[in-house]
Structures are given as structure tokens and as C-alpha cells.
């Protein structure tokens, strides 16, 4: 460097002159600096890379595991996978055709009660609120062959006054079918309810006055503007009866009928255990899933086209009739009420037998439950797992749903993590206990018998649901909170705490008791990631089912249910009276 590179600065410092490469000018290359923006589009990716870690690698270890070993080959040329295969479709088809036809109906007629029994509308519900667990023991104390009480009055008619058991076998396929479909029709009718108080009767009034018939009316008219709550109501059906456990269980067992659900927890509890084979049996479960809620998305494409609310003039559809009345006081009669009356009589009798004698009821068996370190260890495990659950996946959901629905300028990772949370829906709970018991069973992390792997199963199932409850009430506040705050000179962390999460406290309060709810009576995950140490209520009511203790099954049974009522009840306590509505 010459003498005269050298320039002198007003402070009389010495520094290179323009012509030196490094001189501060136009071709020195500007300095990277990490802003805000860099550390919040790290912090989005890294969180949706930790949810898809939680809900992909364990289906990812499914897939992994059946091509191990021949597992397809063992698993597809069993004798009797032909035979699950075919009980799995039928029970399928069956069970969805039946809880659309039932869950449609009851939906239809809910809209037309008579004035003064609009409180009937929530009767369907009561069977959601029934562990299935519990409401199949139910049923089995009804319909029992030789001591089923509703067995015993059928046998008391003429028609079958000579039989010494039956008339009705509930551990029969098309009785499988019956149960199955029955409680998904509750679910069904959620759906459906929702999206026919959304028509508007003008629509109606004007095709029937065009000369349509009612019935021409309701499926040329009325179902395709409820297409959106038909297609979601389909979906979940099928999902619902192709994961289906409970049922084929326990109904099951004595006429040896399996379903590709009972045949991998078969593998999964004989000896030595065959991981790859039960993996291979999931992985046709895993692509019919991805399908469907692919599917649903494809088949409903624009839902603004089904908005059919008029404003000021809309008029909800329906007028009173006494048909509601009968169809649903039948329905909640044969899905709550009976198995739930058959329960406490089996929890308050000495023992269970056809005959009822009232003059020998007692409290023995709930004393002896409440003294038995298995059922309270049971319960005990059941409220801790469901409440720390409960605690992760809220704030969880919370974080997706800010995401989805402020975060416009996270696309791409909107776009995966949309797919990522709506997969554990597609999924039955049954594989993810299955894709959890692969994936951290063995180094570098292994969970299996802890708590810690119960717990994250639940916190995977329940992701969506936490999703689209805070999402939903997110979308119906707008941004003019969020925009207001910040105006007014609030950062980011103060909207948050002081503005955002006391309006969402509703949705909070919403998501906590379906998520309760939904965890107290798990059922299907739980009987793969138990551990000896691990059991709650639904493993340990199937544990003395299988042991002839009906007294403390029925015991067991009623704890469950009001074990839920509780969790319910403060769920809602703590979210305010929009809890409910939101639910």
C-alpha cells in the first residue's frame, strides 16, 4: 500500500483510501445481522419439526418394522388374516352405513321437537359421554345368552318362552356391527346436527312448493347443502369402525371373531412377540388413513359454495313433530340408559345372575373396589396422565393454531403443519400405541413401562382435537384484538398474556374437557403402552373382565363415568359458561 492509498479522517486518523478493496464504500459486502424476524422463523421451523417428530416417527417405525423379517409375508399368510380382513370390511360397512342412517335421523328430528322438550337434543350425546369400555360391559349384561338381563324379559314372551338361552347372542358379528355403529352414530350426529341448523327453510319451503316431495327434497336439496358436515361425518365414521377394538375385543373373544385391530394386539401379546408382523397388519391401516383425510379435503374443495344463511330473513329448518321424540328417547334408551341401569345392577347385586332381587342389593362390591390398590392405582393413573396430558398438548395446540392462523408468513410450514396435525385423526389409536411401543422401546430412547410413553401417546392423539377447538375460536375473533393491542404499543408478549389468552379462555376451557373426556376413556393405545405399573381404567376393567369378576367390572364401569362427569364439570368450571358452547 502506497503513501497516497493512505487518506486521514477528520479525527486525524489514518485509514485505507476508496481505491483499497476493504474501504467501508459500495463493493464492501454488507454484514449479516440476526433480526427478530430470523429468530422467530427459527423458532416456527424447530417447533414444527418437534410436532412432526411426535406424530410421524412412530408411523414412520411402522412402515419401518413391517419390512423386517418377512413380516408381511408372516403376517399375510396367517390362516385367519383372510378371515379379519373380510370381519373388518363388513364390520366397516355395516357399522358406517348404520351410524349414518341412525346419526342423520337423529340430527334430522332434533330440529323438530315439540316446544318444551328441545332439552332432548343432548340425549344423543349421553352415549359419547359412556366409556366404550363400559358401555359394551353393558351390553353384555343385557344381552348375554343365559343371564343377560334383557335375555331373560325377551324369554319370558310366548315366542321364545321353551329357549334356555338367547333369544339375541351379543357375541356375534352382526351384534358387533350393531354396538359399533350405534356409538358412532353419536358422533355422526354431532356433525349432521350442525350443519342442518345451518339451512335455511326457505330453501326448502321453495322446492316443496315447485312440487318435490319431502323426500325428493331432502336428498336433492337438503343433503347436498349439508355436504361439508356429510363429508366430515363420513370420514370419521369409517375411521371410527376401521380402527374399532373395543367391540371386536370383548364381544369377540368367546366366538373367536377378529378384525385386523384384535389380530395385531394378538401378536403383540403372544409368544415371542412379533412386532414386524403386527406392523405389517398396520401399515394398510396408516395408507387408508392418509387417504381419507386427504380425501375429505379434495371432495369439499370451496366451502363457501354450501353458505346457505340468508341474514336477517334466515329461518332455521323445522317444525315440530313427535317423531323426534320417539327416535331419540329409543336411541338414548338403547345406548345409555339400558346398559348404564344394567351396570349398576350388577355393581349393587351379590353377584351377576338372570335373576334380579332387589332385597339383596348391596355396597360390599364398591367397598371392596375402593379398597383395591389395582382399581385405585387405575383411577389414580388415569387422572394424572389425562391432567398432564392435558397441560402439554393445550399449550401445544395453542402455539399450531397461532401459527395456522396469524402466521401468513410462515406458508410452507402452515402447509406441513396443517397435514402433520390432522394425521393422528386418521390414524386409529390402536397404531399410534403400536408406532409408540416401536419407536421407544430401545435405544436412544427408551420410555416402554414408564409413564412418560403413556403420556406422550395421549399427548399425540389429542393434538387435533386441541388444534381445531383453539383454531376455530382464534378465526372467530379476527386480528382487530391483536392489531389494537400493538397499536397501542404492546409487543408481541404483552397481546399474548394480556389480550389473546384471556379472550381464548372459552376454547380453553372447551379443549381441556373433550381432551378429559377422550383420555378417561381411552381404551386401545393404552392396552399396548401399559405397563404393570402403568394400568388405568379401561386396562384394568378389561383385566377383570377376562378374570370373571363382573361385580368389579360393573364398579369400575361407574367409575369411569364419573370419573368423566367430574373432569367435565371442572373443565368447564374453570373455561366460563362459553366452554360448553365452544365444546
Same mark, same amino acid.
Given at each position: ?58 408411523? =414412520? ?127 355422526? =350426529? ?249 419407536? =421407544? ?143
Amino acid at each position: 500500500m502506497s503513501v497516497s492509498d493512505i487518506q486521514v479522517s477528520d479525527h486525524g486518523t489514518a485509514g485505507p483510501g476508496p481505491g483499497v478493496p476493504f474501504a467501508p464504500g459500495a463493493s464492501q459486502k454488507p454484514r449479516f445481522r440476526v433480526r427478530p424476524v430470523h429468530l422467530w422463523t427459527l423458532g416456527v421451523v424447530l417447533f414444527v419439526v418437534f410436532v412432526g417428530l411426535l406424530v410421524l416417527r412412530p408411523i =414412520y417405525f411402522i412402515v419401518d418394522r413391517s419390512a423386517l423379517n418377512n413380516g408381511f409375508t408372516t403376517a399375510f399368510t396367517d390362516p385367519f388374516i383372510w378371515q379379519a380382513i373380510g370381519t373388518t370390511i363388513v364390520l366397516t360397512v355395516g357399522a358406517v352405513v348404520l351410524a349414518l342412517v341412525v346419526g342423520t335421523a337423529l340430527a334430522w328430528f332434533s330440529l323438530r321437537l315439540p316446544r318444551g322438550l328441545g332439552w332432548m337434543s343432548a340425549l344423543p350425546v349421553m352415549s359419547i359421554l359412556m366409556p366404550s369400555v363400559a358401555s359394551i360391559t353393558g351390553w353384555i349384561f343385557l344381552f348375554s345368552p343365559r343371564v343377560g338381563f334383557a335375555n331373560t324379559v325377551l324369554r319370558t314372551l310366548p315366542w321364545w318362552s321353551e329357549q334356555t338361552s338367547g333369544p339375541i347372542d351379543v357375541y356375534t358379528t352382526p351384534w358387533i356391527i350393531l354396538c359399533t355403529g350405534l356409538q358412532i352414530a353419536a358422533f355422526v =350426529y354431532l356433525f349432521m346436527s350442525s350443519g342442518f341448523t345451518g339451512v335455511n327453510s326457505d330453501l326448502i319451503e321453495a322446492a316443496e312448493v315447485a312440487g318435490s316431495s319431502k323426500l325428493g327434497v331432502f336428498f336433492r336439496v337438503t343433503l347436498p347443502l349439508v355436504r361439508p358436515s356429510l363429508v366430515y361425518a363420513t370420514a370419521t365414521a369409517i375411521l371410527l369402525a376401521l380402527g374399532q377394538f373395543t367391540a371386536p375385543l370383548l364381544l369377540g373373544r368367546n366366538s373367536n371373531i377378529q378384525v385386523l385391530t384384535t389380530r395385531i394386539f394378538t401378536y403383540l401379546n403372544s409368544s415371542p412377540v412379533d412386532f414386524n408382523a403386527a406392523a405389517a397388519l398396520g401399515v394398510p391401516l396408516v395408507v387408508v388413513g392418509v387417504i381419507i383425510v386427504f380425501g375429505q379435503r379434495a371432495l369439499l374443495g370451496n366451502q363457501s359454495r354450501f353458505v346457505t344463511h340468508g341474514g336477517k330473513g334466515f329461518k332455521a329448518v323445522g317444525r315440530p313433530s313427535w317423531s323426534g321424540v320417539v327416535w331419540i328417547g329409543a336411541y338414548a334408551l338403547l345406548t345409555a340408559v339400558l346398559p348404564l341401569l344394567a351396570i349398576i345392577i350388577v355393581a349393587v347385586s351379590p353377584r351377576w345372575s338372570a335373576d334380579i332381587v332387589p332385597s339383596t342389593f348391596t355396597l360390599q362390591h364398591f367397598s371392596e373396589a375402593l379398597n383395591s390398590p389395582e382399581i385405585l392405582s387405575s383411577v389414580q393413573n388415569s387422572v394424572l396422565f389425562s391432567l398432564t396430558s392435558i397441560l402439554i398438548v393445550i399449550p401445544i395446540g395453542f402455539l399450531c393454531s397461532a401459527i395456522l392462523v396469524y402466521g401468513r408468513r410462515f406458508k410452507l410450514c402452515q402447509i406441513v403443519l396443517d397435514f402433520v396435525v390432522a394425521m393422528p385423526l386418521g390414524m386409529p389409536a390402536l397404531i399410534f400405541g403400536l408406532g409408540f411401543i416401536l419407536a =421407544y422401546s430401545g435405544p436412544p430412547i427408551n420410555l416402554y413401562g414408564t409413564s412418560s410413553v403413556v403420556i406422550a401417546v395421549y399427548v399425540t392423539l389429542m393434538i387435533p382435537f386441541s388444534v381445531r377447538l383453539q383454531s376455530a375460536a382464534m378465526l372467530s375473533l379476527g386480528k382487530q384484538y391483536i392489531e389494537a393491542s400493538q397499536v397501542a404499543g404492546a409487543n408481541l408478549w404483552r397481546t399474548t398474556l394480556n389480550v389473546l389468552l384471556p379472550l381464548m379462555r372459552s376454547a380453553f376451557g372447551a379443549a381441556a374437557a373433550l381432551i378429559f373426556l377422550l383420555l378417561s376413556h381411552e381404551f386401545a393405545a393404552s392396552m399396548l403402552v401399559r405397563a404393570p405399573t402403568t394400568q388405568v381404567m379401561g386396562t384394568t376393567l378389561y383385566d377383570l373382565l377376562e378374570f370373571g369378576s363382573y361385580s368389579a367390572v360393573a364398579v369400575l364401569a361407574l367409575i369411569m363415568a364419573a370419573v368423566s362427569l367430574v373432569g367435565l364439570g371442572l373443565a368447564f368450571l374453570l373455561g366460563g359458561r362459553g366452554a360448553l358452547k365452544g365444546l
